[in-house]
């Protein structure tokens, strides 16, 4: 059992846990590496451990304004293929006579760059349906209506799957059929699908063709660089990746060892969130501007409470009444800036998740909760809010 108190001056719940001696600071990282591919769909986690882990993007190539460059800067000539699912947008790894694995690449936050730096009509995009089953993502049928714009079939060739798109560039692939995955149409050649480098890309090589005011837009200043890079470091390994090695851990003993860091990489969010709060420092991750510690790590914090928390078995607390900071910065960014929320679909979210994880949720049943999928601005649950009160008074 697992029991919560909550300090009056700074609001913040303390776990105290029954079944974890130690702090989850103190507890080990999961280091497991696999030591070759899956060889059946569910089999995302190494057999001998159960640990999850996560493979790496096949396609590292760079949108450059150099002179010479074979993927110059140009309007209209790629396009940005998305989930509006998950912030790792799963993928299909394709091997031939072997079954496939999924894997996972960040789709969400290259839709958050693309906005937040005004590149609407220079990249268009096709949001992937929420569905992946066998054959990996699928492209929505004309008749099909789902949330979210651009939710179409494939504009460029009328594949019915994205894995028709990487076979028409390399019919002999044998990697992973990831999203977002960065297209150029020209030369009909996938630039990258890794999207750590696709929205670098985006912060700096199209700025000759934007307006002056998205080219003032830096999410990646030159004096934070060395704290957002250590910030992501950890942020990554145990938050974003974290959720996955918990969700997906085949053994008790993975999922305990996954889950330890990920809490523990959560309380160092929240404290840093609050010291920023009571320094008056600026709403933001770093300050009174977004950089890139926001986006990388608002598309894990935005699907905690409706899918990690129980799908994914990371419920020692949610994020509305366990982490006051985080909550207050995560709707901050969904209701007030609109390349977060207006990049975040939660019935994608939602159904992607529960109905195309077989292994995880058999039965294919979407829970409703929680109820708002996020709450507004100026309203708390109501053991978070009576905290609150007893503090301020």
Same mark, same amino acid.
Not at 85 to 107: D, H, I, M
Not at 385 to 391: H, L, N, S, V, Y
């Given at each position: 059992?697992?029991?919560?108190?909550?300090?009056?001056?700074?609001?913040?719940?303390?776990?105290?846990?029954?079944?974890?001696?130690?702090?989850?600071?103190?507890?080990?990282? %999961?280091s497991?590496?696999?030591?070759?591919?899956? #060889?059946?769909?569910?089999?995302?986690?190494?057999?001998?451990?159960?640990?999850?882990?996560?493979?790496? #993007? %096949?396609?590292?190539?760079?949108?450059?304004k150099?002179?010479?460059?074979?993927?110059?800067?140009?309007?209209?000539r790629y396009?940005?293929y998305?989930?509006?699912?998950c912030?790792?947008g799963?993928?299909?790894?394709?091997?031939?006579?072997?079954?496939k694995?999924?894997?996972c690449?960040?789709?969400?936050?290259?839709?958050?760059?693309?906005k937040?730096?005004?590149?609407e009509?220079?990249?268009?995009?096709?949001?992937?349906?929420?569905?992946?089953?066998?054959?990996?993502?699928?492209?929505?049928t004309?008749?099909?209506?789902?949330?979210?714009?651009?939710?179409t079939?494939?504009?460029?060739h009328?594949c019915?799957? &994205?894995?028709d798109?990487?076979?028409?560039? #390399?019919?002999?692939y044998?990697g992973?059929?990831?999203?977002?995955?960065?297209?150029d149409?020209?030369?009909?050649?996938?630039?990258?699908?890794e999207?750590?480098e696709?929205?670098?890309?985006?912060?700096?090589?199209?700025?000759?063709?934007?307006?002056?005011?998205?080219?003032?837009?830096?999410?990646?200043?030159?004096?934070?660089? %060395?704290?957002?890079?250590?910030?992501?470091?950890?942020?990554?390994?145990?938050?974003?990746?974290?959720v996955?090695?918990?969700?997906?851990?085949?053994?008790q003993?993975?999922?305990?060892?996954?889950?330890?860091?990920?809490?523990a990489?959560?309380?160092?969010?929240?404290?840093?969130?609050?010291?920023?709060?009571?320094?008056s420092a600026?709403?933001y991750?770093?300050?009174?501007?977004?950089?890139?510690?926001?986006?990388?790590l608002?598309?894990?914090?935005?699907?905690?409470?409706?899918?990690?928390?129980?799908?994914?078995k990371c419920?020692?607390?949610?994020?509305?009444?366990g982490?006051?900071?985080?909550?207050?910065?995560?709707?901050?960014?969904?209701?007030?800036e609109?390349?977060?929320?207006?990049?975040?679909?939660?019935?994608?979210?939602?159904?992607?998740?529960t109905r195309?994880?077989?292994?995880?949720?058999?039965?294919?049943?979407t829970? &409703?909760?929680?109820?708002?999928?996020? &709450?507004?601005?100026?309203?708390?649950?109501p053991?978070?809010?009576?905290?609150?009160r007893?503090a301020?008074?």
């Amino acid at each position: 059992m697992i029991h919560f108190i909550y300090q009056r001056a700074a609001h913040r719940p303390i776990s105290i846990f029954s079944r974890f001696r130690r702090p989850f600071s103190s507890l080990p990282r %999961q280091s497991v590496q696999m030591d070759k591919a899956p #060889s059946s769909i569910t089999q995302w986690a190494d057999k001998k451990s159960g640990a999850f882990n996560r493979a790496p #993007s %096949q396609f590292r190539n760079w949108i450059s304004k150099k002179p010479g460059a074979e993927f110059p800067p140009e309007k209209g000539r790629y396009h940005l293929y998305v989930s509006y699912a998950c912030p790792w947008g799963e993928s299909v790894l394709y091997l031939p006579k072997r079954p496939k694995e999924l894997n996972c690449q960040p789709a969400h936050r290259t839709l958050i760059v693309r906005k937040l730096k005004g590149l609407e009509d220079i990249i268009p995009y096709t949001a992937v349906h929420w569905e992946m089953l066998e054959k990996g993502w699928r492209f929505a049928t004309p008749e099909e209506k789902l949330p979210g714009d651009n939710v179409t079939p494939d504009p460029i060739h009328g594949c019915t799957h &994205l894995r028709d798109v990487y076979f028409k560039v #390399s019919p002999d692939y044998e990697g992973r059929f990831t999203v977002p995955t960065l297209y150029d149409v020209k030369q009909g050649k996938i630039v990258s699908n890794e999207s750590s480098e696709i929205i670098r890309m985006f912060y700096t090589e199209f700025d000759d063709i934007l307006p002056e005011k998205y080219q003032e837009i830096d999410l990646f200043p030159p004096k934070l660089q %060395q704290e957002i890079e250590a910030t992501n470091d950890w942020t990554y390994n145990d938050i974003n990746n974290g959720v996955y090695k918990t969700g997906f851990a085949q053994t008790q003993s993975a999922y305990e060892t996954a889950i330890a860091p990920l809490f523990a990489a959560l309380d160092r969010a929240e404290a840093h969130l609050a010291q920023q709060a009571s320094s008056s420092a600026g709403p933001y991750y770093f300050g009174a501007h977004i950089t890139e510690a926001d986006v990388r790590l608002y598309t894990t914090i935005v699907r905690f409470d409706p899918v990690y928390v129980q799908h994914f078995k990371c419920n020692v607390r949610d994020i509305r009444s366990g982490y006051p900071a985080l909550h207050r910065w995560v709707r901050r960014l969904y209701w007030g800036e609109e390349a977060f929320g207006g990049t975040t679909q939660f019935e994608h979210i939602k159904r992607h998740y529960t109905r195309s994880h077989g292994q995880i949720n058999p039965a294919h049943i979407t829970p &409703l909760g929680p109820v708002p999928d996020i &709450l507004p601005l100026d309203q708390e649950v109501p053991a978070v809010g009576a905290a609150i009160r007893t503090a301020n008074q």
